[in-house]
Protein backbone atom coordinates (compact mmCIF):
# COMPACT_ATOMS: atom_id res chain seq x y z
CA UNK A 1 0.00 0.00 0.00
CA UNK A 2 1.70 3.04 -1.17
CA UNK A 3 -0.96 5.44 -0.49
CA UNK A 4 -0.65 8.73 -0.19
CA UNK A 5 -2.28 11.05 2.52
CA UNK A 6 -2.48 14.97 3.33
CA UNK A 7 -1.47 13.62 7.27
CA UNK A 8 -0.61 10.63 9.37
CA UNK A 9 -0.98 10.59 12.37
CA UNK A 10 0.47 8.25 14.40
CA UNK A 11 -1.37 7.83 17.69
CA UNK A 12 -4.83 7.54 19.15
CA UNK A 13 -5.26 9.17 21.99
CA UNK A 14 -5.98 12.57 23.10
CA UNK A 15 -3.53 14.57 20.82
CA UNK A 16 -3.83 11.89 18.09
CA UNK A 17 -7.64 11.97 17.97
CA UNK A 18 -8.27 15.71 18.23
CA UNK A 19 -5.53 16.32 15.71
CA UNK A 20 -7.20 13.54 13.19
CA UNK A 21 -10.76 14.97 14.03
CA UNK A 22 -9.65 19.19 13.22
CA UNK A 23 -7.74 18.03 10.08
CA UNK A 24 -11.15 15.52 8.61
CA UNK A 25 -13.24 18.38 9.54
CA UNK A 26 -11.00 21.01 7.54
CA UNK A 27 -11.30 18.57 4.30
CA UNK A 28 -7.67 16.90 4.61
CA UNK A 29 -7.43 13.41 4.15
CA UNK A 30 -5.66 11.40 7.13
CA UNK A 31 -4.92 8.30 8.33
CA UNK A 32 -4.80 7.68 12.34
CA UNK A 33 -2.45 4.80 13.09
CA UNK A 34 -2.96 2.91 16.24
CA UNK A 35 -1.46 0.09 17.13
CA UNK A 36 -3.95 -1.21 19.71
CA UNK A 37 -6.63 -3.57 19.00
CA UNK A 38 -9.21 -0.44 19.60
CA UNK A 39 -7.98 3.33 20.59
CA UNK A 40 -7.36 3.45 24.18
CA UNK A 41 -6.78 0.56 24.52
CA UNK A 42 -3.11 1.23 25.24
CA UNK A 43 -4.15 4.11 26.71
CA UNK A 44 -4.00 5.19 30.78
CA UNK A 45 -4.98 8.29 32.27
CA UNK A 46 -6.39 8.59 36.12
CA UNK A 47 -9.41 9.99 34.72
CA UNK A 48 -9.99 13.76 34.69
CA UNK A 49 -11.16 14.91 31.37
CA UNK A 50 -11.53 18.69 31.22
CA UNK A 51 -14.35 19.98 29.32
CA UNK A 52 -13.10 23.21 27.42
CA UNK A 53 -10.42 22.34 25.30
CA UNK A 54 -12.86 19.09 24.88
CA UNK A 55 -15.65 21.73 23.64
CA UNK A 56 -12.78 23.33 21.34
CA UNK A 57 -13.05 20.20 19.39
CA UNK A 58 -16.67 19.35 19.83
CA UNK A 59 -18.90 21.57 21.41
CA UNK A 60 -21.52 19.80 23.91
CA UNK A 61 -19.59 16.50 23.75
CA UNK A 62 -20.76 16.09 27.21
CA UNK A 63 -24.16 15.59 26.12
CA UNK A 64 -23.10 12.37 24.02
CA UNK A 65 -19.90 10.98 25.21
CA UNK A 66 -19.35 7.77 27.77
CA UNK A 67 -18.64 10.13 30.22
CA UNK A 68 -18.30 9.15 34.32
CA UNK A 69 -18.79 11.92 36.55
CA UNK A 70 -18.91 15.39 36.52
CA UNK A 71 -16.20 16.64 39.13
CA UNK A 72 -18.46 18.95 42.07
CA UNK A 73 -15.14 18.31 44.32
CA UNK A 74 -11.91 18.39 44.46
CA UNK A 75 -10.09 17.15 47.65
CA UNK A 76 -6.40 17.61 48.77
CA UNK A 77 -4.88 15.27 51.45
CA UNK A 78 -1.61 16.20 52.92
CA UNK A 79 -0.72 12.42 54.48
CA UNK A 80 0.77 11.18 57.34
CA UNK A 81 1.21 7.58 58.39
CA UNK A 82 -1.82 7.81 60.58
CA UNK A 83 -3.65 10.88 59.71
CA UNK A 84 -4.03 13.44 57.11
CA UNK A 85 -4.93 17.58 56.52
CA UNK A 86 -7.49 17.81 53.91
CA UNK A 87 -8.35 21.10 51.72
CA UNK A 88 -10.95 21.30 49.21
CA UNK A 89 -13.41 23.00 47.14
CA UNK A 90 -16.71 21.91 46.37
CA UNK A 91 -18.96 23.99 44.12
CA UNK A 92 -22.32 23.45 42.37
CA UNK A 93 -21.65 25.89 39.18
CA UNK A 94 -18.95 22.50 38.48
CA UNK A 95 -22.23 19.84 38.56
CA UNK A 96 -24.37 22.06 35.30
CA UNK A 97 -23.52 23.15 31.94
CA UNK A 98 -20.89 24.35 31.08
CA UNK A 99 -18.88 21.93 34.06
CA UNK A 100 -15.64 21.90 34.45
CA UNK A 101 -14.63 18.25 34.30
CA UNK A 102 -15.03 14.46 34.61
CA UNK A 103 -14.00 11.73 35.31
CA UNK A 104 -13.90 9.05 32.35
CA UNK A 105 -12.42 5.87 31.32
CA UNK A 106 -10.08 5.68 28.96
CA UNK A 107 -10.70 2.71 26.90
CA UNK A 108 -14.51 3.89 26.89
CA UNK A 109 -14.27 7.39 25.90
CA UNK A 110 -11.29 7.30 23.30
CA UNK A 111 -13.25 4.40 21.06
CA UNK A 112 -15.78 7.25 20.94
CA UNK A 113 -13.82 10.08 20.45
CA UNK A 114 -12.08 7.99 17.18
CA UNK A 115 -15.17 7.08 16.03
CA UNK A 116 -16.19 10.70 15.79
CA UNK A 117 -13.10 11.41 14.24
CA UNK A 118 -13.86 9.32 11.96
CA UNK A 119 -17.33 10.38 11.22
CA UNK A 120 -15.41 13.29 10.51
CA UNK A 121 -13.76 11.23 7.55
CA UNK A 122 -10.63 10.36 9.47
CA UNK A 123 -8.99 6.78 8.23
CA UNK A 124 -8.78 5.17 11.33
CA UNK A 125 -6.24 1.95 11.15
CA UNK A 126 -6.03 -0.04 14.18
CA UNK A 127 -4.04 -3.06 15.01
CA UNK A 128 -0.90 -1.18 13.44
CA UNK A 129 2.59 -0.16 14.77
CA UNK A 130 4.74 2.39 13.38
CA UNK A 131 8.19 1.27 13.38
CA UNK A 132 9.84 4.40 11.32
CA UNK A 133 9.69 7.33 9.79
CA UNK A 134 10.19 7.88 6.53
CA UNK A 135 12.68 10.11 5.42
CA UNK A 136 13.76 12.11 2.43
CA UNK A 137 15.49 14.79 1.42
CA UNK A 138 15.75 15.83 4.92
CA UNK A 139 12.20 15.66 5.37
CA UNK A 140 9.76 13.16 7.07
CA UNK A 141 7.74 11.72 3.95
CA UNK A 142 5.56 8.72 5.24
CA UNK A 143 5.32 5.90 7.91
CA UNK A 144 7.02 2.39 7.56
CA UNK A 145 4.52 0.60 9.65
CA UNK A 146 4.62 -3.06 10.79
CA UNK A 147 2.56 -4.28 8.00
CA UNK A 148 3.53 -6.87 4.94
CA UNK A 149 4.22 -3.61 2.45
CA UNK A 150 3.48 -1.35 4.79
CA UNK A 151 4.96 2.33 3.37
CA UNK A 152 2.34 4.81 3.47
CA UNK A 153 3.34 8.51 2.56
CA UNK A 154 2.30 12.18 3.53
CA UNK A 155 2.95 15.49 3.17
CA UNK A 156 2.74 15.88 7.19
CA UNK A 157 3.72 13.56 9.60
CA UNK A 158 2.14 13.66 13.21
CA UNK A 159 3.60 11.96 16.09
CA UNK A 160 1.31 11.12 18.63
CA UNK A 161 2.56 8.04 20.07
CA UNK A 162 2.80 9.28 23.87
CA UNK A 163 5.82 9.65 26.53
CA UNK A 164 7.04 6.55 24.85
CA UNK A 165 7.80 8.38 21.57
CA UNK A 166 10.31 6.23 19.94
CA UNK A 167 9.98 7.96 16.72
CA UNK A 168 10.32 11.28 17.75
CA UNK A 169 13.64 10.12 19.46
CA UNK A 170 14.77 8.25 16.40
CA UNK A 171 14.68 11.53 14.76
CA UNK A 172 16.82 13.02 17.29
CA UNK A 173 14.18 15.43 18.28
CA UNK A 174 15.08 14.38 22.40
CA UNK A 175 17.35 12.16 23.62
CA UNK A 176 16.06 9.09 26.24
CA UNK A 177 14.58 10.46 29.06
CA UNK A 178 16.26 10.36 32.70
CA UNK A 179 14.34 8.41 35.21
CA UNK A 180 13.99 11.95 37.21
CA UNK A 181 11.62 13.20 33.72
CA UNK A 182 9.28 10.60 34.09
CA UNK A 183 6.52 9.44 36.72
CA UNK A 184 5.56 5.90 36.58
CA UNK A 185 2.12 5.41 37.43
CA UNK A 186 0.08 2.44 38.66
CA UNK A 187 -3.70 2.81 39.27
CA UNK A 188 -6.87 0.01 39.53
CA UNK A 189 -10.04 0.59 39.24
CA UNK A 190 -12.18 -1.15 41.79
CA UNK A 191 -16.09 -1.65 41.39
CA UNK A 192 -18.29 -0.23 43.81
CA UNK A 193 -22.36 0.21 44.17
CA UNK A 194 -23.46 3.56 42.76
CA UNK A 195 -25.13 4.81 45.80
CA UNK A 196 -22.03 3.29 48.12
CA UNK A 197 -19.76 5.78 46.46
CA UNK A 198 -22.26 8.50 46.45
CA UNK A 199 -22.70 8.04 50.15
CA UNK A 200 -19.13 7.60 50.70
CA UNK A 201 -18.14 10.83 49.35
CA UNK A 202 -21.53 13.11 50.16
CA UNK A 203 -22.38 12.91 46.48
CA UNK A 204 -25.98 13.39 44.63
CA UNK A 205 -26.26 11.23 41.50
CA UNK A 206 -23.91 12.32 38.82
CA UNK A 207 -21.56 14.25 40.96
CA UNK A 208 -18.32 13.35 41.21
CA UNK A 209 -15.19 13.66 43.72
CA UNK A 210 -11.32 13.85 43.26
CA UNK A 211 -8.84 13.17 46.12
CA UNK A 212 -5.54 13.70 45.36
CA UNK A 213 -3.03 12.31 47.68
CA UNK A 214 0.38 13.66 49.22
CA UNK A 215 3.02 13.13 51.42
CA UNK A 216 2.81 9.45 52.98
CA UNK A 217 0.47 8.23 49.67
CA UNK A 218 4.48 8.13 48.35
CA UNK A 219 6.27 7.38 51.48
CA UNK A 220 7.46 10.89 51.30
CA UNK A 221 8.97 10.07 47.69
CA UNK A 222 8.18 12.80 44.88
CA UNK A 223 5.21 11.96 43.17
CA UNK A 224 1.17 11.90 43.94
CA UNK A 225 -1.61 9.47 44.41
CA UNK A 226 -5.26 10.02 43.75
CA UNK A 227 -8.70 8.48 44.40
CA UNK A 228 -11.44 9.85 41.93
CA UNK A 229 -14.82 8.52 41.76
CA UNK A 230 -16.37 7.27 38.08
CA UNK A 231 -20.10 5.95 38.11
CA UNK A 232 -20.11 2.90 39.57
CA UNK A 233 -16.09 2.40 40.54
CA UNK A 234 -13.20 4.01 41.69
CA UNK A 235 -10.47 4.57 40.41
CA UNK A 236 -7.26 4.86 42.51
CA UNK A 237 -3.58 4.98 41.85
CA UNK A 238 -0.24 6.58 42.88
CA UNK A 239 2.55 7.90 40.59
CA UNK A 240 6.29 8.96 41.69
CA UNK A 241 9.40 9.83 40.00
CA UNK A 242 11.19 6.93 38.30
CA UNK A 243 13.93 8.25 40.06
CA UNK A 244 12.65 7.76 43.23
CA UNK A 245 11.25 4.03 43.33
CA UNK A 246 15.02 2.82 41.93
CA UNK A 247 16.59 5.33 44.91
CA UNK A 248 14.48 3.55 47.79
CA UNK A 249 13.96 0.52 45.92
CA UNK A 250 9.80 0.16 46.27
CA UNK A 251 8.17 -1.90 43.94
CA UNK A 252 5.03 0.29 42.34
CA UNK A 253 2.43 -2.36 43.05
CA UNK A 254 3.43 -2.83 46.73
CA UNK A 255 3.42 1.40 46.66
CA UNK A 256 -0.65 0.98 45.55
CA UNK A 257 -1.27 -1.47 48.52
CA UNK A 258 0.12 0.83 51.07
CA UNK A 259 -2.15 3.19 49.35
CA UNK A 260 -5.59 1.08 49.27
CA UNK A 261 -4.63 -0.05 53.23
CA UNK A 262 -3.83 3.65 54.57
CA UNK A 263 -6.20 4.07 57.11
CA UNK A 264 -7.26 7.55 55.40
CA UNK A 265 -8.52 5.76 52.15
CA UNK A 266 -9.51 2.02 53.09
CA UNK A 267 -12.59 3.45 54.44
CA UNK A 268 -13.54 4.72 50.88
CA UNK A 269 -12.80 1.95 49.41
CA UNK A 270 -13.76 -0.84 51.38
CA UNK A 271 -15.76 -3.90 50.36
CA UNK A 272 -14.75 -2.61 46.45
CA UNK A 273 -13.57 -5.26 43.89
CA UNK A 274 -10.41 -4.59 41.63
CA UNK A 275 -11.66 -4.96 37.78
CA UNK A 276 -8.48 -3.57 35.76
CA UNK A 277 -4.83 -3.05 36.80
CA UNK A 278 -2.68 -0.23 34.86
CA UNK A 279 0.89 0.76 34.52
CA UNK A 280 2.14 3.26 32.38
CA UNK A 281 4.59 5.97 32.28
CA UNK A 282 3.95 9.93 32.77
CA UNK A 283 5.95 12.69 30.88
CA UNK A 284 7.10 15.05 34.02
CA UNK A 285 10.28 16.96 33.14
CA UNK A 286 8.10 19.83 31.65
CA UNK A 287 9.83 22.70 29.89
CA UNK A 288 12.98 21.38 30.38
CA UNK A 289 12.64 18.41 28.81
CA UNK A 290 10.59 19.36 26.01
CA UNK A 291 12.54 18.49 22.70
CA UNK A 292 12.02 19.86 19.45
CA UNK A 293 8.32 19.10 18.46
CA UNK A 294 8.36 20.50 14.65
CA UNK A 295 10.76 19.56 11.75
CA UNK A 296 10.91 19.30 7.86
CA UNK A 297 7.37 17.39 7.18
CA UNK A 298 6.82 16.50 11.02
CA UNK A 299 4.74 17.66 14.06
CA UNK A 300 5.21 16.35 18.08
CA UNK A 301 2.01 16.41 19.63
CA UNK A 302 0.89 15.90 23.11
CA UNK A 303 2.26 13.30 25.86
CA UNK A 304 5.35 12.47 23.15
CA UNK A 305 6.70 16.21 23.38
CA UNK A 306 6.49 16.12 27.13
CA UNK A 307 3.11 18.18 27.25
CA UNK A 308 2.24 17.69 31.18
CA UNK A 309 1.79 19.89 33.79
CA UNK A 310 2.42 17.41 36.58
CA UNK A 311 1.20 20.22 39.51
CA UNK A 312 -2.13 20.45 38.05
CA UNK A 313 -2.49 16.91 36.96
CA UNK A 314 -3.15 18.06 34.06
CA UNK A 315 -2.31 16.48 30.48
CA UNK A 316 -5.31 15.35 28.13
CA UNK A 317 -6.35 18.96 27.79
CA UNK A 318 -2.46 19.82 26.58
CA UNK A 319 -2.73 16.98 24.36
CA UNK A 320 -6.14 18.13 22.96
CA UNK A 321 -4.67 21.56 22.49
CA UNK A 322 -1.83 20.52 21.03
CA UNK A 323 -3.20 18.26 18.69
CA UNK A 324 -5.60 21.07 17.64
CA UNK A 325 -3.29 23.74 16.93
CA UNK A 326 -1.40 21.06 14.80
CA UNK A 327 -4.48 20.68 12.84
CA UNK A 328 -4.90 23.91 12.40
CA UNK A 329 -1.06 24.67 11.07
CA UNK A 330 -1.57 21.45 8.83
CA UNK A 331 -4.53 23.13 6.86
CA UNK A 332 -2.01 26.40 6.83
CA UNK A 333 0.71 24.20 5.20
CA UNK A 334 -1.78 22.68 2.90
CA UNK A 335 -3.59 25.92 1.96
CA UNK A 336 0.13 27.17 0.67
CA UNK A 337 1.46 24.07 0.08
CA UNK A 338 4.56 24.02 1.92
CA UNK A 339 5.28 21.74 4.63
CA UNK A 340 8.87 22.92 5.57
CA UNK A 341 10.03 23.27 9.09
CA UNK A 342 9.60 26.93 9.02
CA UNK A 343 5.82 26.92 7.63
CA UNK A 344 5.05 24.48 10.02
CA UNK A 345 6.63 25.79 13.04
CA UNK A 346 3.58 28.34 13.41
CA UNK A 347 2.28 25.38 15.40
CA UNK A 348 5.29 25.39 18.50
CA UNK A 349 4.59 29.74 18.06
CA UNK A 350 0.68 29.19 19.03
CA UNK A 351 1.47 26.58 21.28
CA UNK A 352 3.55 28.30 23.42
CA UNK A 353 1.50 31.39 23.21
CA UNK A 354 -1.58 30.05 24.81
CA UNK A 355 -2.08 28.36 28.06
CA UNK A 356 -0.12 24.79 27.15
CA UNK A 357 3.61 26.80 26.62
CA UNK A 358 2.63 29.54 29.68
CA UNK A 359 1.88 26.89 32.03
CA UNK A 360 5.02 24.80 31.00
CA UNK A 361 7.15 27.76 31.37
CA UNK A 362 5.66 28.89 34.71
CA UNK A 363 6.45 25.15 35.93
CA UNK A 364 9.77 24.88 34.20
CA UNK A 365 11.36 23.89 37.79
CA UNK A 366 8.89 22.59 39.41
CA UNK A 367 9.55 18.36 39.37
CA UNK A 368 13.31 19.73 39.36
CA UNK A 369 12.81 21.73 42.58
CA UNK A 370 10.62 19.04 44.75
CA UNK A 371 12.78 16.02 43.78
CA UNK A 372 16.03 17.87 44.66
CA UNK A 373 15.04 18.83 47.90
CA UNK A 374 13.03 16.21 49.18
CA UNK A 375 12.37 18.06 52.75
CA UNK A 376 8.59 19.50 51.18
CA UNK A 377 7.48 16.04 51.16
CA UNK A 378 9.21 14.28 53.75
CA UNK A 379 9.07 16.53 56.79
CA UNK A 380 6.87 19.28 56.26
CA UNK A 381 3.92 17.68 55.61
CA UNK A 382 3.92 15.24 58.49
CA UNK A 383 4.95 18.63 60.07
CA UNK A 384 1.70 20.04 59.10
CA UNK A 385 -0.13 16.86 60.66
CA UNK A 386 1.65 17.51 63.99
CA UNK A 387 0.57 21.17 64.27
CA UNK A 388 -3.01 20.50 63.37
CA UNK A 389 -3.25 17.59 66.32
CA UNK A 390 -1.43 19.90 68.83
CA UNK A 391 -3.65 22.80 67.69
CA UNK A 392 -7.18 20.75 67.60
CA UNK A 393 -6.75 18.44 70.47
CA UNK A 394 -8.41 20.03 73.56
CA UNK A 395 -6.40 18.58 76.72
CA UNK A 396 -6.25 21.43 79.26
CA UNK A 397 -3.37 23.67 77.38
CA UNK A 398 -4.37 27.23 76.29
CA UNK A 399 -4.14 28.10 73.03
CA UNK A 400 -1.24 29.86 73.78
CA UNK A 401 0.25 26.98 74.81
CA UNK A 402 -0.06 25.13 71.91
CA UNK A 403 0.86 27.60 69.66
CA UNK A 404 3.93 28.29 71.22
CA UNK A 405 4.72 24.20 71.66
CA UNK A 406 4.24 24.06 67.51
CA UNK A 407 6.26 27.14 66.95
CA UNK A 408 9.64 25.51 69.25
CA UNK A 409 8.66 22.13 67.27
CA UNK A 410 9.81 23.71 64.14
CA UNK A 411 12.90 23.44 65.34
CA UNK A 412 15.82 25.60 66.22
CA UNK A 413 16.36 29.59 64.38
CA UNK A 414 18.43 28.01 62.06
CA UNK A 415 16.04 25.43 61.05
CA UNK A 416 13.03 28.11 60.98
CA UNK A 417 15.41 30.28 59.13
CA UNK A 418 15.56 26.92 56.83
CA UNK A 419 11.94 26.42 56.47
CA UNK A 420 10.98 29.75 55.75
CA UNK A 421 14.01 29.76 53.01
CA UNK A 422 12.14 26.56 51.44
CA UNK A 423 8.65 28.27 51.84
CA UNK A 424 9.69 31.33 49.50
CA UNK A 425 11.63 28.45 47.14
CA UNK A 426 8.71 27.19 46.97
CA UNK A 427 6.40 29.66 45.89
CA UNK A 428 9.12 31.18 43.81
CA UNK A 429 8.84 27.85 41.64
CA UNK A 430 5.28 27.60 41.18
CA UNK A 431 4.55 31.19 41.61
CA UNK B 1 8.14 -4.40 51.86
CA UNK B 2 6.37 -6.31 54.83
CA UNK B 3 3.30 -5.04 54.47
CA UNK B 4 2.77 -7.18 51.04
CA UNK B 5 0.73 -9.86 52.66
CA UNK B 6 -1.93 -7.74 54.05
CA UNK B 7 -2.89 -7.10 50.49
CA UNK B 8 -3.35 -7.95 46.50
CA UNK B 9 -0.06 -9.42 45.13
CA UNK B 10 1.01 -8.74 41.95
CA UNK B 11 0.12 -12.18 40.64
CA UNK B 12 -3.27 -11.31 41.64
CA UNK B 13 -3.35 -7.57 39.95
CA UNK B 14 -2.20 -9.33 36.51
CA UNK B 15 -5.39 -11.67 36.63
CA UNK B 16 -7.34 -8.80 36.27
CA UNK B 17 -5.77 -7.87 33.15
CA UNK B 18 -6.40 -9.05 29.76
CA UNK B 19 -3.33 -9.39 27.04
CA UNK B 20 -3.18 -10.82 23.71
CA UNK B 21 0.67 -12.12 24.11
CA UNK B 22 2.69 -12.12 20.87
CA UNK B 23 4.48 -15.83 20.43
CA UNK B 24 7.73 -13.59 20.34
CA UNK B 25 9.50 -11.29 23.16
CA UNK B 26 9.29 -7.38 22.74
CA UNK B 27 12.11 -7.09 25.28
CA UNK B 28 15.60 -7.73 25.63
CA UNK B 29 17.79 -8.01 27.43
CA UNK B 30 20.86 -7.22 25.48
CA UNK B 31 23.80 -8.69 27.59
CA UNK B 32 23.57 -11.25 30.31
CA UNK B 33 27.29 -10.60 31.83
CA UNK B 34 26.04 -7.36 32.46
CA UNK B 35 23.54 -7.95 34.85
CA UNK B 36 25.49 -11.06 36.36
CA UNK B 37 29.04 -8.92 36.39
CA UNK B 38 27.98 -5.25 36.54
CA UNK B 39 24.28 -5.07 38.40
CA UNK B 40 23.84 -6.15 41.44
CA UNK B 41 20.48 -4.35 42.52
CA UNK B 42 19.10 -5.90 39.21
CA UNK B 43 16.70 -2.66 39.99
CA UNK B 44 14.29 -3.82 36.81
CA UNK B 45 13.02 -6.44 39.09
CA UNK B 46 12.13 -4.53 41.74
CA UNK B 47 10.72 -1.28 40.08
CA UNK B 48 8.92 -3.42 36.98
CA UNK B 49 5.24 -2.66 37.75
CA UNK B 50 4.23 -6.09 36.21
CA UNK B 51 7.23 -7.85 37.69
CA UNK B 52 8.21 -9.44 34.62
CA UNK B 53 11.44 -9.22 35.10
CA UNK B 54 12.67 -12.23 37.44
CA UNK B 55 16.56 -13.00 38.40
CA UNK B 56 17.18 -16.59 37.74
CA UNK B 57 20.72 -17.33 38.98
CA UNK B 58 23.19 -16.50 35.57
CA UNK B 59 19.66 -14.96 33.74
CA UNK B 60 17.26 -12.47 33.16
CA UNK B 61 13.67 -14.50 33.24
CA UNK B 62 11.84 -11.81 30.86
CA UNK B 63 7.72 -12.50 31.40
CA UNK B 64 6.99 -10.09 28.55
CA UNK B 65 3.47 -11.82 28.03
CA UNK B 66 2.41 -9.65 31.43
CA UNK B 67 4.11 -6.29 30.01
CA UNK B 68 1.95 -3.51 30.55
CA UNK B 69 4.39 -1.21 27.55
CA UNK B 70 5.41 1.25 30.49
CA UNK B 71 8.74 1.94 29.12
CA UNK B 72 10.17 2.16 32.55
CA UNK B 73 12.92 -0.98 31.76
CA UNK B 74 13.98 1.08 28.82
CA UNK B 75 14.81 4.12 30.66
CA UNK B 76 15.49 2.80 34.03
CA UNK B 77 18.07 0.15 33.10
CA UNK B 78 21.28 1.54 34.87
CA UNK B 79 23.09 0.19 32.10
CA UNK B 80 20.63 0.52 28.78
CA UNK B 81 20.62 -3.02 28.93
CA UNK B 82 17.46 -3.76 27.70
CA UNK B 83 15.97 -3.50 24.48
CA UNK B 84 12.71 -1.99 24.24
CA UNK B 85 10.16 -2.09 21.06
CA UNK B 86 6.46 -2.17 21.00
CA UNK B 87 4.88 -5.05 20.56
CA UNK B 88 3.37 -6.53 16.91
CA UNK B 89 0.51 -4.28 16.45
CA UNK B 90 -2.92 -5.47 18.26
CA UNK B 91 -0.52 -7.82 20.41
CA UNK B 92 0.12 -6.63 23.83
CA UNK B 93 -2.07 -5.65 26.37
CA UNK B 94 -5.43 -4.52 26.34
CA UNK B 95 -6.74 -2.24 28.87
CA UNK B 96 -10.82 -2.73 29.13
CA UNK B 97 -11.23 0.38 31.30
CA UNK B 98 -8.49 3.03 32.47
Redesign the interface.
Known amino acids: MSEKFDCIVVGAGPAGISCAFELAKGGAQVLLIE ?3 YP ?6 G ?1 VLYRKMMEDIIPEFYKEAPLERPIVEQRFMMMDKESAVTFGYKGMEWGQEPYNNFTV ?4 FDQWFAKKAVEQGAILV ?4 VLECIIEDGKVVGVR ?3 PGGEVYADVVILADG ?2 S ?1 LAQSLGFHK ?4 DE ?1 A ?1 A ?4 LKLDTKVIEDRFNLEPNQGCTIELFGDATKGILGTGFLYTNKD ?1 L ?1 IGVGTL ?1 SG ?2 KH ?6 LL ?2 V ?2 HPMIRPYIQGSE ?8 IPEGGYRSMGRIVGNGVIVIGDASQLVNAIHREGSNLAMTSGRLAAETVLLAKEADDFSEGMLDRYRVELMKGFVGQDMKKYKNSTHHFDKFPQYFEQYIPMMNKAASQMFTVDGSSKWQKQKKIWNDLGSAKEKMKLAKDMYRAWRVIK | MSEQKKGQSIEEKQYLVRFNADTKSHLHVKDTEICITSCPDKICTIFCPAEIYKWEDIRMHVGYEGCHECGSCRIGCPHQNIKWEYPKGGHGIVFRLG
Do not use: C, F, W
Not at chain 1, 176 to 179: A, H, K
Not at chain 1, 249 to 254: G, N, S, T
Not at chain 1, 274 to 281: F, G, M, N, T, V
Open positions: RGEGSKNVMGLRAKNETVTDRVNLEYRTVLTMEVSSLLVKIKPYEEYKNSQEYLAHL
